[in-house]
Every structure is written in C-alpha cells, then in structure tokens.
C-alpha cells in the first residue's frame, strides 16, 4: 500500500478556497516520494525493448543468437515465445489506444514498434544486448506524410441551419485551412512499468505511470487473463503525464508477462527515443474554417472541416469540433471530421484534445474575421456571445466568457490597442497584441471514497484516484476539511492504489470534481456515525442526548445551536467507545447519469491576451506578457490552480513557437527524437503571466461549484499567440509552429 499523506505543517483549519502548499511538497523536495522507476528488488530483472526499423513491412526473422550470449542475460522474448495476450472485450468499458497486444504477430506497422524484449541482470546489460538483437525484414511502402486528404466520407459532429446558402449570401465571408503538427508528449518523468508476480496466488502487482490505475487494472487484467481481484495496480507518484499516461500501453504488457514467465521481479522504464513512437502522441490536424457575418459582425454561419491523422489499426479520434458549436452564436453550423490512416503510431490524449487544435482553427478565423470587418477583436466576440447552447438547445449552467473577456481586456491594457499592422512600439521593438477565447468541457465520471474518523484524532481518506502532480492529494484534504472542520495537519490521503476504492482517472479535468460527491458524502456518513455514537454509547460524554439534537463541526460534536467548543472532539467520543474509529462510504456517478443532465450545457471558459515584441533586424520574437481570466466555477485551491493555468500557458506557448515533430519520410522515423532536437519552452522562454480566476460557483456539476482547469489553460492560447504574431508582424501564421522562415516574409520593416 502507499504510504499516505499527512501534512507537516501547523494546523491548518481552513479548507476549500485556500491558497495552500500542497501536502505532499515536503516528501517531493526532499526525495522521499516514490516514483514507479523507483522501486526496486534483489532478485529484478531489467527489460529493455528492440524497436523496429522500418514504417511497414514483416519481420522475416529475429537472430538472438549473439545476444542471448552476452553476459547478464536472462531471457530475449520474440513473437514466437512471449506467449499469450488476450484482445479486450469492447464493451467491458475500459479503454487503451493500442489495442493490438505487443508482439503479436510479425507484422510491422510503424517505426519502433516493438519486436523483442531482452530481460538482463542491469540496465547496462540489457542495453547491450538489445542493440545486437539483428533483424530482418520485408519492406513495404509507407505513408507518413503529413498533408492530409479524407479516405472516406467525414462524419458529421455538429449541423444546424443552412450553413451552404447562408454563407453564400453573406456581406463578409472567410475561407482559409489551418494545420496543427504532430506533437510529442515530453514529461520529465519516462513511462515505466515494475512488474512482480507471484505463482502461487496467480496474481500481479504492477507498479505504473498511469494517469488512471482503475482503467489500467480491467485492461491488463482483460489482456493478460486474470481476474481484475488478482491485478493490483500502484502510482504513488506521476512525474507528469498531459494525456500520454492515460491509458496503458504496450510496455506494461511486456513487463507484466516477462515476470509471470521468469517468476521475478521485472522493471521496464521507456527510453527517451521510444517516447516518440511507442507512447502515443497528439496527432496532426488540417482544418478548413468557413465564417460569414452581416457587415456589422454578426456571425451568420461556421463551417469547420477536420481531419486527423491515426496509425493502420487504431482510431483515436481528435475531435476538433469540441467547442466549435456552442462557443458562438450562429443559426446555420456544420463541423466534419474524418481520421487519415499513417503509417504512425497510435495517437493519444495530450492536454486539451481536440478542443486545443479545434480552437487554434476557430479562433485564428475569428480574429481574420474582426480584421476583414475592421472590428475590434474582443468586440467581435462580445458581439456574438450565445444566449443558450444552440448545439443542444439548452441553457447554460453558467457561462461568464463575456466577463472574463471584459476583465482581460481591462488587466492586460487592451484599450491602448492600435489596430494598424507594425503600429505599437516600445524600447525598439515592435509590439502585437492577440485575444482568443478558450473552453473545454466539464463533467465528472464514476468515483468511490472511504472516510475513517479515528480515535487518535486524524481523519483518513481512501480512494483510488491518482496525484499526477496537479495537487489532488492537496484537494481531496481540502474537501474533507471542509466537510468535518477537522484540521488538515490531522488529515491522511492514501490513494494511487487498486486495493482503494475504485476512483476516477485523472483526465479531461475531470477527477476533482468527480471526487467532491463522493468525499462529501463518506465524510457526512463517518460523521453521522459518530454522531450516533456520541448520543448512544453509555460511555459516551454526550450519552442522553437525542442524535438529532446533535452535531459535527470543527472537529467536534456538540449540541446544534452552540460552539463547537461547548461539545468534545470526536475522538475522544470513540475512545469512550473503545473503538479505533468509524467509516464512511460515499459514491458518486457521472456528470451525465445526474436528472436533468440532458437539458443543461456544463463547460468552463476563458480568455487569454498575449503581447509578442519582434525585432525585424534580427528576426527576434518572443512572448513578453499573457494575462489569462479563467471561468471554471469555483477553485478549491487558487495557489495550485494557478499553477495549472500557468504550466498550461507555458505548454500553449510550446504548441505555437515550439513543437513539432519530424518524421524522416525514408524510413517512417521520428527525427528530432530527444530533448536537444524537440524543442520546447524553457523558463527563458516563459513570459509574465497574470492569471485570474472569476468566482462563479456551479453547482450544477457538484455541490462545491467545482469544474477542471487542466485544459482549458492551453485552450486558445496558440491562436492568441499568432494573432499577436499577425498584429506586429503582417504575416498570419495558418500553419504550427510559427517558423522564423514565416517571419522573415513581414511586410513591416521597422527602424529604431
């Protein structure tokens, strides 16, 4: 079991709403905290995968001869001895991208796919022999190019209206196509698996990077053929994982198999390199965007067409039309989307997907709109802000982009805006200045919680979810705090770990607000115990008095109506009992289960400024100020969530400047495969950044007024960027990452 956390800090009484450290700072900062690669054993094995070198082919036959000689070698697995892995059921609910088992049969697919595993006695061994693993292979020809054409008929998202005629007949019309690149995830932490099996129970415990352990335990379970009470699954610790550590993937698989086979322990952490192939990434994305307006802006219809790139086998989808048909009001949309088959690895999550490349799209052809109309940016949107959610027709739980648009403008200085191209200077530089708007969608799925009021004091909450380094430990302790008044120094979280009750991954923002019902509700049910027990217990201080007449709060029971302090601490009440204390169990559902779910649009929005400052003479830009307002319901930690929307700023600035990967169209490699060649933002990099949060509670999704922030802080971020780019410059940025090759085309040549 994990070790729980427990603040060491003074006692803190305070509980959602502050702007707190989280708990779990102490064990990090000083090395005490268990990451998966971590976790060692005496008698482990060290794995290490051979990857594939070609995009599309067979494998016609693996020599392990050489290797399986070198000294520290234990065992090489191939195709023809791995034994057996199992598909999983489609309607088992559980979910991995690559659904095709690791080395299941000798065809090849994408580059680096798996095609052996060497097992050495250390790192170094392994390393060595997988190198002299030889391979041989029949081509074929692959396709890994980027530009992308629909195979088939695109599927229909969203369609109301007459989006064709009402376009046609329109005052001011926009027709322009943007592309997104491939993107890689890069957390500091590597994926890796620690294996262990023991025969004579027949069961697993796997130590993982997942973002969610409940999922991760079905689909090994499903894949490996045990049952789910035999699989065991533990992340005590995520060094990050945007998406990529959602679900399971390939690596898991191998190290599991590999220690029921040799019966030891088996570690397997995924290189570097194999991060661009092996783990998933965000796919690339074309997107035709069509607007029309009346002459005074009005929106008069939206078309967006996408497509998305997916590996032969897989199809996970990027739905780009996430927001694009309630963010604005229009009485004629229609948004295609159609996956083109690469052969690339299986896409996955990264922060934010679909919604992130979606908005750059919608976004970057709303400000050419508000150019081409000659109206202000901020104005064009306020202009066309919805009454209701037209996608579904129904209201909004509560919606306050028009305020965080308002207050954006009013922090960031948007008032001294001059629209002319090259117009705004300062200290020799040329200033642009850029708006978007961003949302992403709020919702909770399944969650269970165990609260355990004790006799020595402490409050012990349980649950299955994941901390992947957003503050979720922190959280769930503010929740309970809030709930019971007990002290957060008295508060021990434990979770990362299946043996809990089941808890909600940590994914699409949704696992805080999936976990407040269900804390509320175990917290209520130990508290009510206690208060049972303090009226009950003939050695209870409190005996005699009716339960109803009674009450918990600020750790203590006492009479409704008077102080806390005028009642006794609950545990001296379970003391009297001679009981090491109560528990109580609460559950909640998902979002969409709630009455009425159906009849009520739930999303959070947003608003980012940004100002770049670009010297033509030696083609320098760079981001210097973002000022963000977030509406996201209420925030139960401000000081953590503004690090979320700061982290996602800084990655939206990667997403626009920054990243993209390269594949070598020879062979179906990825090029810049390591952290010298795939750029990202550094703190040189990072901007000034003003982050605020309006306080809109909405208790429609829970009963704090909760709602995610893990996304919607990269959401609209790129398309601010290149408007700002497009501001200063003269040169519109259609096409990701903006390139010093775009720049060197302005238009506007500035002397100091």
Known sequence: MPSPVQPQNPPIQTGVGAALPRIDGPLKVTGRARYTSDHRYSDMLIAVPVCATIAHGDIRAI?????????????????????????INPSSGVKTDEKRPPLEDATVRYYGQYVALVLADTFEQATAAAAAVRVDYRKEAHDVRKELAADGKPKVDSERGSPDAAYAAAAVRIDQTYTTPVETHNPIELHASVALYDSLTQS??????????VNHRGVMSQMLGVPPENMRIVTEYLGSGFGGKLWPWGHSLLAAQAARNLRRPVKLVVSREMMFHNVGHRTNTQQRIRLSATAGGKLTSLQQDYLFHVAQVEASVEHCGEATAYLYGTENLRVTGAPVKRHIAPNTSMRGPGAV??????????????????????QLRLLNEPAIDQSVNAPFSSRHLREALQTGAERFGWERRTPAVGSMQQDGEILGWGVAACSWMAKRVGAEVSVTLSSDGNARVSSGVQDIGTGTYTVVSQMVAETTGISMSDIIVAIGDTRLPPGPM???????????????????AAMQQAVALAAEHPSSPLRGTRAEDLTFSGGRIHRRGQSPQSGVAFAEVLRAAQLSGVEGKGKSGASSSDPGADKISIHSYGAHFVEVRWQPDIARL??????????????????????QIEGAVVMGLGMALFEET??????????????????????????DMDVVFLDYPDKALDELGARGIGEIGIAGLAPAVTAAVYHATGVRVRDLPVKIEDLLKAPFRYRA
């Open 63 to 87: 020599d392990t001869a050489t290797a399986a000689k070198m000294p520290g070698v234990r065992m090489i697995y191939t195709h023809e001895n791995i034994g057996r892995f199992f598909h």
């Open 204 to 213: 697993f415990t796997l130590y993982e990077t997942s973002q969610a352990i």
């Open 662 to 687: 390269h594949y070598d169209q020879r062979n179906g490699k990825p090029v810049n495969n390591n952290l010298a060649d795939y750029v990202m933002v550094t703190n040189a990099d990072s901007p």
């Open 357 to 378: 490349p979606g908005l750059f799209a919608t976004e970057s052809a709303m400000d050419e709109l508000a150019i081409a109309l000659d109206i202000d940016p901020v």
């Open 506 to 524: 940590s994914g699409g923002s949704m696992a805080t607000a999936s976990m407040v019902p269900a804390v509320a509700q175990a917290a209520r």
């Open 622 to 643: 760079r981001v210097s100020r973002v000022v963000t307002v977030i509406d996201a319901g209420r925030i139960i930690n401000p000081r953590t969530g503004r690090n």
